[in-house]
């Protein structure tokens, strides 16, 4: 009888999958995803979705208080996993590699030897980016807190290994992600959600990067470089990923520009003299082939003449990129929430070095059917970074290592607030 009743209690545990609440901020939205995922059959669930249009930064205290209703409507909060997604101004996220050189390199690597070994890529990486995070969202270094680390590869002697236990290497090379936040803010955050819920915080383009690398097509296996472009209401944030032979070498932050959606369409409204939001109807429809030839076609010429401004400001920051100069094989993808008309994608971006990337689109639905995963959103969008959150956890899921790198995180970080109640 006992055992009947722990079966049942494991099935619907099972059924149900593991919880998780997904936070998206974004310059000018917030949201709050509730989803289910089942990891062995690769589904992930969106049972609600609630939306604030505002950003974090432009209204605190309303955006604090949406999110306070929100999970106060969520019962049994304390069992669900937080994903917090986050805008640049928020949260900085590099990937990168650090080296480190064994004073022993014959003697063999054990548990000891591999925490310390992880200990002090996380120290090199923190030391070196902080700084750069502090001045990139605008912040005193002491006002900069490192939220999440993942450890993403190892190499020993220049060969990726899975388990470096029981060998020995004169140098080992940790790939790894870190989050740096602000203070104030994750603090707030921390106020809000249950304690040690956190199971993932990344700046949401940084983390958009690194998926589109793995799941990249066929069409795109070449690739050794590519910019990030999240094409936001208010202003678009230009990312940057180098890709290595078996894993992403560096995913960084280059800069944005202050053009958005929002700025297309109201400089549309103002040639045709309606307001943005018709303007941005037009163009819908435009897109969608249901609009007449003679309306197409000027449609294009301004859209052409808006595009070449903006693919300007955007390869003026790739250029002043170095890590572009070396790749011989890049391109630019584009990240949209809606779907953007054809011709976006007409122009060729042209770096002060003659070098030429095609622009292309980041396409949802291509990138979840290579992942293998099955997004059931009946009622709620699932949105793109709602997605890549899940699948970051999916990829990065080696808990033995990123256990100890949590525990090295823990002690960089000050103790946790009372929450309210």
Not at 189 to 199: E, Y
Not at 263 to 290: L, P
Not at 399 to 415: D, F, G, S, V
Request: aromatic share 10%.
């Amino acid at each position: 009888m006992v055992f009947r009743s722990l079966e049942k209690i494991f099935t619907r545990f099972l059924r149900r999958g593991e919880r998780f609440l997904i936070v998206e901020i974004e310059d000018n939205s917030l949201s709050v995803s509730k989803a289910s995922v089942h990891w062995q059959d690769k589904k992930l669930k969106v049972l609600n979705k609630w939306t604030y249009n505002a950003g974090w930064t432009n209204d605190t205290a309303k955006a604090f208080s949406f999110l306070q209703k929100i999970l106060k409507r969520i019962p049994r909060l304390a069992a669900h996993k937080i994903i917090l997604v986050l805008e640049p101004r928020l949260a900085t996220t590099i990937h990168v590699s650090t080296k480190i050189i064994r004073d022993e390199g014959r003697k063999i690597i054990d548990e000891v030897d591999l925490d310390n070994l992880i200990s002090q890529a996380i120290w090199q990486v923190f030391d070196r980016e902080r700084s750069r995070s502090a001045d990139k969202m605008a912040l005193d270094d002491l006002d900069v807190l490192l939220v999440d680390v993942k450890i993403r590869n190892l190499k020993i002697d220049g060969h990726r290994v899975v388990n470096p236990l029981g060998f020995s290497a004169k140098t080992t090379e940790v790939f790894l992600s870190q989050t740096f936040a602000s203070r104030d803010f994750f603090e707030t955050m921390r106020v809000l959600f249950p304690r040690n819920q956190f199971v993932f915080i990344s700046e949401a383009g940084a983390m958009g990067a690194d998926i589109l690398a793995r799941l990249s097509s066929e069409k795109n296996k070449d690739l050794r470089a590519f910019a990030l472009v999240n094409l936001n209401s208010a202003r678009s944030d230009v990312y940057g990923a180098l890709i290595g032979e078996n894993c992403v070498d560096k995913i960084w932050y280059l800069d944005n520009l202050n053009l958005g959606r929002n700025d297309f369409y109201a400089n549309f409204g103002k040639h045709f003299m309606v307001q943005a939001s018709v303007a941005e109807n037009v163009i819908k429809r435009y897109a969608g082939g249901e609009v007449s030839s003679e309306l197409a076609n000027k449609l294009e010429r301004l859209m052409r003449k808006e595009w070449v401004v903006f693919c300007d400001g955007l390869a003026s920051i790739v250029s002043d990129s170095r890590d572009f100069k070396h790749a011989k094989n890049a391109a630019v993808f584009l990240r949209a929430e809606e779907n953007l008309p054809e011709i976006f994608y007409s122009e060729t971006l042209r770096l002060r070095d003659g070098k030429k990337m095609e622009i292309m689109p980041v396409v949802f639905r291509d990138i979840i059917s290579r992942s293998g995963f099955k997004i059931i959103a009946k009622k709620h969008k699932c949105s793109f970074f709602t997605a890549a959150g899940i699948l970051a956890l999916y990829y990065y899921s080696d808990e033995w290592l990123n256990k100890i790198a949590n525990r090295r995180l823990r002690w960089l970080m000050p103790r946790e607030k009372h929450r309210l109640t």
